[in-house]
């Protein structure tokens, strides 16, 4: 089993920026890529940026250029660097790793960005 916990949620104004953290623990070996999901009120899931343990990296259209995602992995950790938010990136952001074929998810934690 393998336990993610987000950190760094909260509310901004239009413009501003926030720095998601998501650490792994448990079974953490073989964790392949990382990464975050979004999803806001009525809308599906949706990918926001994936990381692989080579560093090879995945953004959503709507996201390039503005969000930036790393990796430590000595840390087990993933983090969400956000700039130049909009209001429809608030959303509720998801960690998430495969580890061996299976999907794990962090509870989440509340972005909102104010125009």
């Known amino acids: 089993q393998v336990q993610l916990v987000e950190s760094g949620g909260g509310l901004v104004q239009a413009g501003g920026s926030l720095r998601l953290s998501c650490a792994a623990s448990?079974?953490?070996?073989?964790?392949?890529?990382m990464g975050w999901y979004r999803q806001a009120p009525g809308k599906h899931r949706e990918l926001v940026a994936l990381?692989?343990?080579?560093?090879?990296?995945n953004y959503a259209d709507s996201v390039k250029g503005r969000f930036t995602i790393s990796r430590d992995n000595a840390e087990n950790t993933v983090y969400l660097q956000m700039n130049s938010l909009k209001p429809e990136d608030t959303a509720n952001y998801y960690c998430?790793?495969?580890?061996?074929?299976?999907?794990?998810w962090g509870q989440g934690t509340q972005v909102t960005v104010s125009s």
């Open positions: 998430y790793c495969n580890r061996w074929g299976y999907d794990y």
């Open positions: 448990g079974s953490i070996f073989s964790i392949n890529p």
């Open positions: 990381i692989t343990n080579g560093g090879s990296t």
